[in-house]
Protein backbone atom coordinates (compact mmCIF):
# COMPACT_ATOMS: atom_id res chain seq x y z
CA UNK A 1 0.00 0.00 0.00
CA UNK A 2 1.26 3.79 -1.14
CA UNK A 3 -0.13 6.98 -0.62
CA UNK A 4 -2.40 6.18 -4.07
CA UNK A 5 -3.88 2.83 -2.56
CA UNK A 6 -4.45 2.90 1.06
CA UNK A 7 -7.23 0.65 1.88
CA UNK A 8 -9.31 2.93 4.31
CA UNK A 9 -13.19 3.84 3.87
CA UNK A 10 -12.30 7.61 3.80
CA UNK A 11 -9.35 7.56 1.15
CA UNK A 12 -9.73 9.77 -1.31
CA UNK A 13 -10.20 7.95 -4.38
CA UNK A 14 -8.89 9.77 -7.34
CA UNK A 15 -12.43 9.66 -9.21
CA UNK A 16 -12.69 12.56 -12.04
CA UNK A 17 -16.00 11.82 -13.01
CA UNK A 18 -18.27 14.17 -12.33
CA UNK A 19 -20.67 12.25 -10.18
CA UNK A 20 -21.32 14.02 -7.44
CA UNK A 21 -21.42 17.50 -7.49
CA UNK A 22 -21.56 19.88 -4.19
CA UNK A 23 -20.91 23.77 -3.94
CA UNK A 24 -17.64 24.29 -2.90
CA UNK A 25 -15.66 25.30 0.41
CA UNK A 26 -15.82 29.27 0.46
CA UNK A 27 -12.13 29.44 0.28
CA UNK A 28 -12.24 27.41 -2.84
CA UNK A 29 -13.37 30.88 -4.09
CA UNK A 30 -9.91 32.03 -3.93
CA UNK A 31 -8.70 29.57 -6.44
CA UNK A 32 -11.11 29.97 -9.32
CA UNK A 33 -9.49 31.24 -12.34
CA UNK A 34 -5.98 29.97 -11.33
CA UNK A 35 -3.79 26.98 -12.52
CA UNK A 36 -2.60 24.88 -10.18
CA UNK A 37 1.10 25.96 -10.33
CA UNK A 38 -0.23 29.48 -9.63
CA UNK A 39 -2.58 28.46 -7.07
CA UNK A 40 0.52 26.94 -5.20
CA UNK A 41 2.46 29.93 -5.68
CA UNK A 42 0.28 31.34 -4.09
CA UNK A 43 0.44 29.19 -1.21
CA UNK A 44 3.62 29.42 -1.06
CA UNK A 45 3.66 33.15 -0.35
CA UNK A 46 1.63 32.01 2.89
CA UNK A 47 2.34 29.85 6.03
CA UNK A 48 0.39 26.12 4.62
CA UNK A 49 -1.98 25.47 7.35
CA UNK A 50 0.26 22.67 8.92
CA UNK A 51 4.16 24.40 7.88
CA UNK A 52 4.81 25.33 12.01
CA UNK A 53 4.29 21.64 12.76
CA UNK A 54 7.33 19.75 14.29
CA UNK A 55 8.18 16.43 14.14
CA UNK A 56 6.18 14.57 16.86
CA UNK A 57 9.22 14.64 20.24
CA UNK A 58 8.09 10.82 20.95
CA UNK A 59 9.29 9.90 17.30
CA UNK A 60 12.36 11.86 17.27
CA UNK A 61 13.22 10.10 20.53
CA UNK A 62 13.07 6.96 18.73
CA UNK A 63 16.13 6.59 17.49
CA UNK A 64 16.33 3.15 14.24
CA UNK A 65 18.16 0.42 15.53
CA UNK A 66 21.20 -1.53 13.86
CA UNK A 67 18.89 -3.39 10.92
CA UNK A 68 20.11 -5.26 8.28
CA UNK A 69 19.56 -3.42 4.91
CA UNK A 70 19.16 0.37 3.76
CA UNK A 71 17.12 2.71 5.88
CA UNK A 72 15.01 2.96 2.72
CA UNK A 73 14.62 -1.00 2.62
CA UNK A 74 14.59 -1.05 6.05
CA UNK A 75 11.41 2.20 6.33
CA UNK A 76 9.84 -0.10 3.44
CA UNK A 77 9.34 -3.43 5.18
CA UNK A 78 7.98 -1.22 7.97
CA UNK A 79 5.40 0.23 5.82
CA UNK A 80 4.45 -2.95 4.36
CA UNK A 81 3.58 -4.47 7.77
CA UNK A 82 1.91 -1.39 8.89
CA UNK A 83 -0.31 -1.77 5.73
CA UNK A 84 -0.53 -5.51 6.51
CA UNK A 85 -1.61 -4.48 9.82
CA UNK A 86 -3.95 -1.52 8.92
CA UNK A 87 -6.00 -4.13 6.07
CA UNK A 88 -6.35 -6.58 8.90
CA UNK A 89 -8.25 -3.56 10.89
CA UNK A 90 -5.14 -3.79 13.43
CA UNK A 91 -4.82 0.08 13.34
CA UNK A 92 -2.98 0.65 16.62
CA UNK A 93 -0.32 -2.25 15.46
CA UNK A 94 -0.04 -0.33 11.80
CA UNK A 95 0.26 2.96 13.36
CA UNK A 96 3.49 1.77 15.53
CA UNK A 97 4.91 0.00 12.25
CA UNK A 98 4.54 3.26 10.73
CA UNK A 99 5.91 5.01 13.47
CA UNK A 100 9.27 2.72 13.36
CA UNK A 101 9.89 3.33 9.39
CA UNK A 102 9.00 7.09 10.13
CA UNK A 103 11.85 6.88 12.62
CA UNK A 104 14.23 5.17 10.35
CA UNK A 105 14.13 7.93 7.56
CA UNK A 106 13.92 10.89 10.35
CA UNK A 107 16.97 9.70 11.63
CA UNK A 108 18.78 10.10 8.44
CA UNK A 109 17.53 13.42 7.73
CA UNK A 110 18.76 14.22 11.13
CA UNK A 111 21.82 12.67 10.51
CA UNK A 112 22.44 13.93 7.36
CA UNK A 113 21.69 17.71 8.84
CA UNK A 114 24.78 17.44 11.10
CA UNK A 115 26.73 15.99 8.32
CA UNK A 116 27.46 12.39 9.23
CA UNK A 117 28.47 9.88 7.11
CA UNK A 118 26.08 6.98 5.86
CA UNK A 119 25.30 4.00 8.05
CA UNK A 120 24.65 2.08 4.96
CA UNK A 121 24.68 -1.79 6.32
CA UNK A 122 22.78 -3.58 3.35
CA UNK A 123 23.64 -4.52 0.23
CA UNK A 124 21.75 -1.89 -1.41
CA UNK A 125 23.53 -0.36 -4.67
CA UNK A 126 24.99 3.62 -3.69
CA UNK A 127 25.14 5.45 -0.72
CA UNK A 128 21.89 6.34 1.15
CA UNK A 129 23.08 9.75 0.66
CA UNK A 130 22.90 9.87 -3.21
CA UNK A 131 20.11 12.42 -4.27
CA UNK A 132 18.21 9.55 -6.12
CA UNK A 133 18.23 7.41 -2.42
CA UNK A 134 17.21 10.79 -0.55
CA UNK A 135 14.61 11.96 -2.38
CA UNK A 136 13.24 8.16 -2.45
CA UNK A 137 13.32 7.76 1.53
CA UNK A 138 11.36 11.15 1.24
CA UNK A 139 8.98 10.01 -0.77
CA UNK A 140 8.44 7.04 1.22
CA UNK A 141 8.44 9.09 4.19
CA UNK A 142 5.87 11.28 2.85
CA UNK A 143 3.85 8.30 2.25
CA UNK A 144 4.13 6.56 5.72
CA UNK A 145 2.93 9.97 7.40
CA UNK A 146 -0.29 9.96 5.13
CA UNK A 147 -0.36 6.23 6.15
CA UNK A 148 -0.32 6.58 9.92
CA UNK A 149 -2.70 9.58 10.10
CA UNK A 150 -5.12 7.27 8.49
CA UNK A 151 -4.82 4.83 11.40
CA UNK A 152 -5.25 7.78 13.45
CA UNK A 153 -8.07 8.88 12.19
CA UNK A 154 -9.76 5.21 12.87
CA UNK A 155 -8.45 5.17 16.08
CA UNK A 156 -10.14 8.75 16.88
CA UNK A 157 -6.13 10.14 17.29
CA UNK A 158 -7.82 13.58 15.70
CA UNK A 159 -4.76 15.94 16.23
CA UNK A 160 -2.16 13.41 15.71
CA UNK A 161 -3.76 12.38 12.50
CA UNK A 162 -3.65 16.14 11.57
CA UNK A 163 -0.28 16.47 12.29
CA UNK A 164 0.58 13.78 10.35
CA UNK A 165 -0.96 15.27 7.72
CA UNK A 166 1.02 18.54 8.36
CA UNK A 167 4.19 16.66 8.09
CA UNK A 168 3.61 15.22 4.85
CA UNK A 169 2.49 18.62 3.43
CA UNK A 170 5.64 19.93 4.32
CA UNK A 171 7.30 17.09 2.31
CA UNK A 172 4.93 17.26 -0.89
CA UNK A 173 1.65 20.05 -0.78
CA UNK A 174 0.51 18.95 -3.56
CA UNK A 175 0.08 15.18 -1.63
CA UNK A 176 -4.46 15.43 -1.95
CA UNK A 177 -4.62 12.35 0.18
CA UNK A 178 -3.28 14.88 3.56
CA UNK A 179 -5.09 17.42 2.64
CA UNK A 180 -8.30 15.35 2.30
CA UNK A 181 -7.58 13.26 6.09
CA UNK A 182 -6.24 16.92 7.39
CA UNK A 183 -9.68 18.35 6.13
CA UNK A 184 -11.47 15.12 7.91
CA UNK A 185 -9.89 15.50 11.07
CA UNK A 186 -10.35 18.71 11.65
CA UNK A 187 -14.18 18.56 10.85
CA UNK A 188 -14.41 15.90 13.40
CA UNK A 189 -12.50 17.74 15.56
CA UNK A 190 -15.41 20.48 15.08
CA UNK A 191 -12.69 23.00 13.50
CA UNK A 192 -15.11 23.40 10.57
CA UNK A 193 -13.50 26.83 9.08
CA UNK A 194 -10.08 24.62 9.08
CA UNK A 195 -11.31 21.96 7.34
CA UNK A 196 -12.79 23.84 4.84
CA UNK A 197 -9.42 26.09 4.28
CA UNK A 198 -7.73 22.68 3.94
CA UNK A 199 -10.86 21.01 1.90
CA UNK A 200 -10.02 23.91 -0.74
CA UNK A 201 -6.59 23.73 -0.98
CA UNK A 202 -6.77 20.27 -1.65
CA UNK A 203 -9.04 21.05 -4.35
CA UNK A 204 -7.13 23.37 -5.87
CA UNK A 205 -4.71 20.64 -6.43
CA UNK A 206 -7.28 18.33 -7.93
CA UNK A 207 -10.48 19.79 -8.35
CA UNK A 208 -12.36 16.63 -9.91
CA UNK A 209 -11.46 14.68 -6.69
CA UNK A 210 -14.74 12.67 -5.72
CA UNK A 211 -13.58 12.31 -2.21
CA UNK A 212 -13.21 15.71 -1.65
CA UNK A 213 -15.78 17.09 -3.30
CA UNK A 214 -18.13 14.96 -1.05
CA UNK A 215 -16.21 16.18 1.60
CA UNK A 216 -16.81 19.59 1.09
CA UNK A 217 -20.74 19.26 1.30
CA UNK A 218 -20.39 17.43 4.30
CA UNK A 219 -18.17 21.10 5.28
CA UNK A 220 -21.01 23.05 3.68
CA UNK A 221 -23.74 21.62 5.91
CA UNK A 222 -21.75 20.95 9.06
CA UNK A 223 -21.27 24.62 8.64
CA UNK A 224 -24.84 25.54 8.06
CA UNK A 225 -25.99 23.68 11.13
CA UNK A 226 -23.65 25.86 13.54
CA UNK A 227 -24.10 28.80 11.76
CA UNK A 228 -28.04 28.11 13.26
CA UNK A 229 -27.15 26.84 16.00
CA UNK A 230 -25.04 29.62 16.34
CA UNK A 231 -28.13 32.07 15.37
CA UNK A 232 -30.43 30.18 17.96
CA UNK A 233 -27.71 30.73 20.62
CA UNK A 234 -27.49 34.20 20.14
CA UNK A 235 -31.88 34.57 20.03
CA UNK A 236 -31.93 32.98 23.00
CA UNK A 237 -29.07 35.19 24.76
CA UNK A 238 -30.76 38.05 23.37
CA UNK A 239 -34.27 37.09 24.77
CA UNK A 240 -32.42 36.37 28.24
CA UNK A 241 -31.45 39.85 28.45
CA UNK A 242 -34.52 41.93 27.65
CA UNK A 243 -36.23 39.48 30.18
CA UNK A 244 -33.50 40.70 33.32
CA UNK A 245 -33.96 43.91 31.59
CA UNK A 246 -38.19 44.03 31.83
CA UNK A 247 -37.98 42.32 34.99
CA UNK A 248 -35.42 44.79 36.69
CA UNK A 249 -37.43 47.79 35.20
CA UNK A 250 -40.98 46.44 36.10
CA UNK A 251 -39.14 46.00 39.68
CA UNK A 252 -38.13 49.21 40.12
CA UNK A 253 -40.87 51.24 39.03
CA UNK A 254 -42.88 49.29 41.41
CA UNK A 255 -40.67 50.45 43.97
CA UNK A 256 -39.90 47.14 44.98
CA UNK A 257 -36.66 46.07 47.02
CA UNK A 258 -35.00 43.00 46.26
CA UNK A 259 -31.84 41.39 47.66
CA UNK A 260 -29.63 38.13 47.04
CA UNK A 261 -27.66 36.44 49.60
CA UNK A 262 -24.67 33.98 49.28
CA UNK A 263 -27.04 30.82 49.77
CA UNK A 264 -30.04 31.19 48.25
CA UNK A 265 -32.17 28.09 48.44
CA UNK A 266 -32.90 25.76 45.55
CA UNK A 267 -35.86 26.47 43.64
CA UNK A 268 -35.23 24.53 40.06
CA UNK A 269 -37.35 26.97 37.62
CA UNK A 270 -39.21 29.23 40.15
CA UNK A 271 -37.97 32.38 40.86
CA UNK A 272 -40.10 35.87 40.22
CA UNK A 273 -40.90 36.49 36.40
CA UNK A 274 -43.38 38.60 34.36
CA UNK A 275 -45.82 36.53 32.80
CA UNK A 276 -47.55 35.55 30.31
CA UNK A 277 -44.85 37.17 28.36
CA UNK A 278 -41.40 37.62 30.31
CA UNK A 279 -40.41 40.60 27.24
CA UNK A 280 -43.26 42.39 27.90
CA UNK A 281 -43.68 45.51 29.97
CA UNK A 282 -47.38 44.93 30.22
CA UNK A 283 -46.92 41.73 31.81
CA UNK A 284 -47.82 40.71 35.83
CA UNK A 285 -45.08 40.40 38.34
CA UNK A 286 -45.71 36.96 40.25
CA UNK A 287 -43.37 36.05 43.72
CA UNK A 288 -42.37 32.07 44.72
CA UNK A 289 -44.14 32.32 47.82
CA UNK A 290 -43.43 30.32 51.48
CA UNK A 291 -46.35 30.55 54.01
CA UNK A 292 -44.68 29.77 57.58
CA UNK A 293 -46.70 28.70 59.73
CA UNK A 294 -43.82 29.11 62.97
CA UNK A 295 -46.19 28.47 65.91
CA UNK A 296 -46.32 24.80 64.34
CA UNK A 297 -43.21 24.58 62.25
CA UNK A 298 -44.59 23.53 58.49
CA UNK A 299 -45.20 25.80 55.89
CA UNK A 300 -46.70 25.49 52.34
CA UNK A 301 -44.97 26.87 48.82
CA UNK A 302 -47.21 28.93 45.97
CA UNK A 303 -44.92 28.95 43.14
CA UNK A 304 -46.05 32.12 41.60
CA UNK A 305 -48.19 34.47 43.42
CA UNK A 306 -49.55 37.18 41.40
CA UNK A 307 -48.76 41.37 42.20
CA UNK A 308 -52.18 41.59 42.04
CA UNK A 309 -53.32 38.95 44.28
CA UNK A 310 -54.59 38.79 48.20
CA UNK A 311 -53.79 36.06 50.49
CA UNK A 312 -56.82 35.46 50.82
CA UNK A 313 -57.52 34.33 47.23
CA UNK A 314 -54.81 31.32 47.72
CA UNK A 315 -55.91 30.47 51.54
CA UNK A 316 -59.31 29.22 50.04
CA UNK A 317 -57.72 26.26 48.23
CA UNK A 318 -54.97 25.95 51.22
CA UNK A 319 -56.96 25.77 53.86
CA UNK A 320 -57.84 23.46 55.82
CA UNK A 321 -54.35 22.10 56.47
CA UNK A 322 -53.68 18.35 56.74
CA UNK A 323 -52.11 18.77 59.45
CA UNK A 324 -54.42 21.35 61.52
CA UNK A 325 -55.62 18.70 63.77
CA UNK A 326 -57.11 21.62 66.33
CA UNK A 327 -58.66 23.38 63.07
CA UNK A 328 -57.38 26.53 64.06
CA UNK A 329 -56.06 27.81 60.69
CA UNK A 330 -58.70 29.12 58.48
CA UNK A 331 -59.10 32.32 56.31
CA UNK A 332 -61.01 34.04 59.36
CA UNK A 333 -58.80 32.94 62.10
CA UNK A 334 -55.01 33.78 61.14
CA UNK A 335 -53.19 36.61 61.03
CA UNK A 336 -49.96 37.55 58.65
CA UNK A 337 -47.38 38.90 59.08
CA UNK A 338 -44.22 39.99 56.79
CA UNK A 339 -40.56 41.44 58.24
CA UNK A 340 -39.44 44.30 57.16
CA UNK A 341 -36.11 45.81 56.14
CA UNK A 342 -35.59 46.82 59.87
CA UNK A 343 -36.18 43.38 61.14
CA UNK A 344 -39.50 44.36 62.37
CA UNK A 345 -42.91 42.64 61.55
CA UNK A 346 -45.51 44.43 59.65
CA UNK A 347 -49.55 42.69 59.78
CA UNK A 348 -50.73 42.03 56.43
CA UNK A 349 -54.52 42.15 55.46
CA UNK A 350 -55.60 39.35 53.93
CA UNK A 351 -57.62 41.25 51.00
CA UNK A 352 -54.73 43.45 50.14
CA UNK A 353 -52.83 43.10 47.53
CA UNK A 354 -49.56 41.33 46.96
CA UNK A 355 -48.33 44.77 44.99
CA UNK A 356 -49.21 46.89 48.37
CA UNK A 357 -47.24 44.45 50.40
CA UNK A 358 -44.41 44.70 48.81
CA UNK A 359 -44.32 48.27 47.69
CA UNK A 360 -42.76 51.24 49.10
CA UNK A 361 -39.90 49.86 50.01
CA UNK A 362 -40.65 48.63 53.72
CA UNK A 363 -40.05 45.24 52.75
CA UNK A 364 -37.56 43.94 50.76
CA UNK A 365 -37.65 40.53 48.33
CA UNK A 366 -34.63 38.07 49.56
CA UNK A 367 -33.42 35.55 47.10
CA UNK A 368 -36.83 36.07 44.81
CA UNK A 369 -39.13 34.72 47.94
CA UNK A 370 -41.66 36.35 49.29
CA UNK A 371 -42.18 34.75 53.21
CA UNK A 372 -45.10 35.27 54.80
CA UNK A 373 -45.65 34.34 58.68
CA UNK A 374 -49.27 32.95 59.42
CA UNK A 375 -50.18 32.88 63.01
CA UNK A 376 -53.28 31.65 64.85
CA UNK A 377 -55.20 34.69 66.29
CA UNK A 378 -55.20 33.09 69.34
CA UNK A 379 -51.34 32.62 70.06
CA UNK A 380 -50.57 35.94 67.52
CA UNK A 381 -49.58 38.20 70.40
CA UNK A 382 -47.72 36.36 71.88
CA UNK A 383 -45.46 34.85 69.00
CA UNK A 384 -45.15 38.33 67.79
CA UNK A 385 -43.97 39.24 71.28
CA UNK A 386 -41.60 36.07 71.39
CA UNK A 387 -40.49 37.66 67.90
CA UNK A 388 -39.28 41.06 68.62
CA UNK A 389 -37.54 39.56 71.76
CA UNK A 390 -36.10 37.13 69.27
CA UNK A 391 -34.56 39.72 67.52
CA UNK A 392 -33.76 41.89 70.02
CA UNK A 393 -31.49 39.46 71.45
CA UNK A 394 -29.43 38.75 67.82
CA UNK A 395 -28.90 42.19 67.74
CA UNK A 396 -26.74 42.43 70.75
Known amino acids: MDSHSLPTADDPTLDTGPSLIPDL?????LTLGKTVD??????NKHPLFMTNLEENDDVAALQALAYDGTPLENATNFKDQGNECFKGKAFADAKEFYAKGIAVIVTEERRRARGEPSRDTGTHEGSSDEPEEVERERKILEVMYV???????ELGNLRMAVGDCGLALRLNSKNVK???????????MGKVEEADEACAKGLAVEPENKALRELAGEIITRARELAEKKRKEEEREGRTRREEMVLKTALKARGIRTRSTDQPPEMEDAGIKMVPDPTDPESTLVFPTVLLYPVHLESDFIKAFGEGESLEQHFKYVFPLPWDKEGVYSINGVECYVETVSGGLMKVGKKVPLLKVLAGGNVEVVDEVVKVFVVPKARAEAWVKEFKEKRATEGK
Open 178 to 188: AWYRSARGLLR
Open 147 to 153: NRAAANL
Open 38 to 43: EVLADL
Open 25 to 29: PPNLS
